[in-house]
């Protein structure tokens, strides 16, 4: 086990695994990262103004009970993980769970304590397409400006064989965001905005679903993978299997509802809002601009896709986000006809990528 990474603001990638247990490598990783865990944690104003004030309460006892029960019995291993994460960290197990579980419990605050706009969406956008002359998902990972910093790859390896690379927010369980794995199949993550009615208390969290999918076998068992569980909030997936040049696009919510879309040679632009799953949701203004923006701006190359995720026409909504509260961490691009995936940091209108991933080869040879 060891590690490689280069110093300054380039992205750094850990090797770990195989390991004797789940519970060592989230320790490893904790002790690896510990300082930009803490730091995170300390600048998160989520996790400290509203989060940890709200998990002192009587209130917050039940829903934090059922939150670590059902997902500790549904992912055991992933649970154990959380749980080396936050002592290889050397960090209250309570603060690492905060952070994992954010979606599934500011919902649940009591209004007269949540800060108004402390929460803003994640807003990621993608674009994505399956054609003839082209097969590609090309994803922007916004996130609050102080996670700016905060984030790294790991490349796990599993006793089973199985290898993954995620990017992954410290703190948090790969992945987040995005992530590929051994067997050719690739994620990318956008939130949704049910409205609270739409969410049900103590159910699985995203995380560990998302964590979960980084060892799924092909897209079909990945699709199980996200339908099982009875999740507390909703979310959408884009899923890409290299091996058989598809892409899907797959909303969820509660109770057990889904909606799968295969993508075809129409570009198909998702931001942060249910396009095909009738689900009540929380109108957001800058889903909404990026909607709308990305309908008129083309999309038939590269290129342009690149483009279209670089777009900062819209002022006050921006498609390439740079703050004050919201920022594009970096753009993923995932072309499965030369089985690669780039991250590129920074404008990806200049198209510099800091790490290019062979993702059809077992070891994931880095191309840069």
């Not at 750094?12 to 004797?20: L, Q, S, T």
């Not at 803490?38 to 709200?54: K, M, N, T, Y």
């Not at 410290?170 to 994620?187: D, I, M, V």
């Not at 753009?331 to 995936?341: C, F, G, R």
């Amino acid at each position: 086990m060891g590690s490689s990474g280069m110093e300054g603001k380039v992205l750094e990638m850990f090797e770990v695994g195989p390991c004797e247990s789940a519970y060592q490598m989230g320790f490893l990783i904790g002790q690896r990262f510990s300082n930009l865990i803490r730091s995170r944690l300390a600048r998160d104003l989520i996790l400290q103004d509203q989060l940890l004030p709200f998990a002192q309460t009587p209130q917050a006892e039940p829903l934090l009970k059922a939150l670590t029960d059902n997902n500790q019995k549904k992912f055991p291993n992933y649970w154990d993980e959380l749980l080396g994460t936050a002592e290889g960290s050397r960090v209250p197990i309570l603060e690492i769970i905060l952070i994992n579980f954010r979606k599934e419990i500011l919902p649940f605050l009591p209004k007269t304590k949540l800060i108004a706009n402390i929460d803003s969406p994640d807003d990621c956008s993608d674009v994505l397409i399956v054609s003839d002359s082209m097969a590609m998902a090309a994803h922007n990972e916004d996130a609050d400006v102080a996670l700016t910093g905060h984030t790294y790859l790991i490349k796990g390896m599993l006793s089973n064989e199985l290898s993954f690379i995620a990017y992954t927010y410290a703190g948090e369980l790969p992945s987040c965001a995005f992530g590929f794995n051994s067997h050719g199949l690739a994620f990318t993550l956008n939130s949704v905005p049910p409205i609270e009615e739409e969410i049900v208390a103590g159910g699985i969290g995203r995380n560990f679903i998302a964590r979960d999918l980084l060892e799924a076998s092909g897209i079909d068992d990945a699709l199980t993978r996200i339908h099982s569980p009875e999740v507390s909030f909703g979310h959408s997936y884009n899923l890409i299997d290299i091996r058989t040049r598809r892409i899907l696009n797959i909303e969820t919510a509660s109770r057990n509802r889904i909606s799968v879309r295969e993508i075809g040679a129409t570009p198909f632009f998702h931001a942060n809002m249910y396009l095909h799953l009738p689900v009540q949701q929380v109108q957001d203004d800058s889903s909404i601009s990026r909607q709308k923006r990305a309908v008129v701006l083309p999309k038939t190359s590269k290129n342009e896709f690149l483009s279209l995720l670089a777009d900062v026409a819209d002022a006050k909504y921006p498609i390439y986000m740079t703050g004050p509260i919201l920022y594009t961490l970096c753009t993923a691009v995932i072309d499965l006809d030369e089985n690669t995936l780039s991250i590129i940091e920074g404008n990806p209108k200049k198209g510099v990528a800091s790490h290019i991933f062979n993702m059809s080869s077992k070891e994931f040879k880095m191309l840069q």
